[in-house]
């Protein structure tokens, strides 16, 4: 059983930064394909990014290219979403997911953990 630890959300102005940090349990992070959601009230949770297990290939959504980074520390069984200008509309709870990525597309369908989510709220 792998668990998933997120934390660093916060209210936050707009245009401000915040860092999210995920801790996934477990001696294979090194081959973990990594994920960042995010579900705002009233909307479907939806993919924002990800990265490979060797950290060599991330995706992004479309909206957030260029403002988030994701990043991943093996030696720290940690992956890290930095979020800088950020907007009202990035307001949701953001979830970290882990699933064993050897092997499997990127970025895959489903992820088999995921964390209970931390709270980004951006003031306008």
């Known amino acids: 059983q792998v668990q998933v630890v997120e934390s660093g959300g916060g209210l936050v102005q707009a245009g401000g930064s915040l860092r999210l940090s995920c801790v996934a349990s477990?001696?294979?992070?090194?081959?973990?394909?990594m994920g960042w959601f995010r579900q705002a009230p009233g909307k479907e949770r939806e993919s924002v990014a990800a990265?490979?297990?060797?950290?060599?290939?991330?995706y992004y959504k479309g909206s957030v290219k260029g403002r988030f980074t994701i990043s991943k520390d093996n030696a720290k069984n940690t992956v890290y979403l930095q979020m800088n200008s950020l907007k009202p509309e990035n307001t949701a709870v953001y979830y970290c997911?882990?699933?064993?990525?050897?092997?499997?597309?990127?970025?895959?369908?489903?992820?088999?953990?995921w964390g209970q989510g931390t709270q980004v709220t951006v003031s306008s």
């Open positions: 997911a882990a699933d064993y990525g050897l092997g499997r597309n990127f970025p895959p369908d489903e992820y088999g953990y």
């Open positions: 990265i490979s297990w060797s950290g060599g290939s991330t």
């Open positions: 477990g001696r294979t992070f090194s081959r973990y394909v």
